[in-house]
């Protein structure tokens, strides 16, 4: 999943025809659920099937990544791998889709790996955090490292301390 959804999204096709290739890159074998599968995809993300016949063109920021994340697990990767996945999304919506999302996954069997500089998204997410410092690993452990104000390196306070979150937001 790239940062920028809407650079990955082919202009000229609908959702409908974006999530229907990769829908069969996913289920090869299973063309008679398309529709319903489309459904549940769009559902996932929070996203109403209105938008099925609409191009990325005519979508929000946020409405495109969305849809990029949609035809990410259309594929049913055993790993998605996601850049900044949620970053155009506003604070309601990405934590409902972050939920939605990280349940989805855990139902399918992905792993998620996210990079992010949102704390909330990562503690929404993951199950374990690594933090990265001139790309060293300066911290390493399980999410509820991201809650202790005392805990890990100068790269997460200061992460901590940027994004305005302590530890009762996190928690």
């Avoid at 929000?60 to 996601?82: D, F, K």
């Avoid at 069997?109 to 704390?119: K, N, S």
Wanted: hydrophobic share 45%; glycine share 10%.
């Amino acid at each position: 999943m790239p940062q920028d959804a809407g650079g990955s999204l082919t202009p000229w096709r609908t959702v409908r025809q974006l999530l229907v290739e990769a829908l069969r890159v996913g289920h090869p074998d299973d063309p008679d659920h398309e529709d319903v599968r489309l459904v549940e995809l769009l559902s996932v993300v929070h996203l109403g099937h209105d938008l099925l016949d609409r191009r990325p063109g005519t979508l929000s920021g946020g409405q495109r990544q969305r849809v990029a994340i949609a035809r990410a697990l259309a594929t049913a990767p055993r790993v998605l791998l996601g850049d900044e996945m949620l970053s155009a999304l506003d604070a309601p919506t990405r934590g409902a889709v972050a939920e939605a999302l990280r349940a989805h996954a855990d139902a399918a069997g992905t792993t998620l790996v996210v990079c992010t500089h949102d704390l909330d998204v990562a503690a929404r997410l993951g199950v374990r955090v690594v933090v990265l410092a001139d790309g060293r690993v300066v911290d390493d452990g399980p999410i509820a490292l991201l809650a202790a104000d005392d805990a890990g390196s100068a790269a997460l306070r200061a992460l901590r301390d940027a994004s305005g979150r302590r530890t009762g937001a996190l928690r």
